[in-house]
């Protein structure tokens, strides 16, 4: 397994949770990370992403100012803190890792791909 993302659970409207994405260093220490994720019956969509450095961290509209992506270069580790979480925003999580350095919104950009974690938020 190259992608691992963990820390899902259920939890109440307005609680938080944090995911991890573990990744094997010699796919992603250049590439850019993304965080995706699909509810039922729904199209998967683009999350937050962040560059190889750390930088450019960037987030849907959805998520803008609750959800905070980083990462841990040195471990190879991708992080998702998810602050106020909402019913709507139950859905399977995945990360991913980018053809490039940088990430970006489009699924197609993104060439590696972990196992998804369950998140479910009740109201």
């Known amino acids: 397994v190259q992608l691992q993302a963990s820390g899902g659970g259920l939890v109440q409207a307005g609680g938080s949770l944090r995911l991890s994405c573990a990744a094997s260093?010699?796919?992603?220490?250049?590439?850019?990370m993304g965080w995706f994720r699909q509810a039922p019956g729904k199209e998967r969509e683009f999350v937050a992403g962040i560059a190889w450095d750390g930088g450019s961290p960037h987030y849907s509209d959805s998520v803008k100012g609750r959800f905070t992506i980083s990462r841990q270069k040195a471990a190879s580790l991708v992080y998702l803190q998810m602050d106020s979480l909402k019913p709507e925003d139950t859905a399977v999580y995945y990360c991913?890792?980018?053809?490039?350095?940088?990430?970006?919104?489009?699924?197609?950009?993104?060439?590696?791909w972990g196992q998804g974690t369950q998140v479910t938020v009740s109201s």
């Open positions: 260093r010699r796919i992603v220490s250049n590439n850019g």
């Open positions: 991913a890792a980018a053809r490039s350095a940088y990430a970006s919104s489009e699924a197609s950009a993104y060439t590696r």
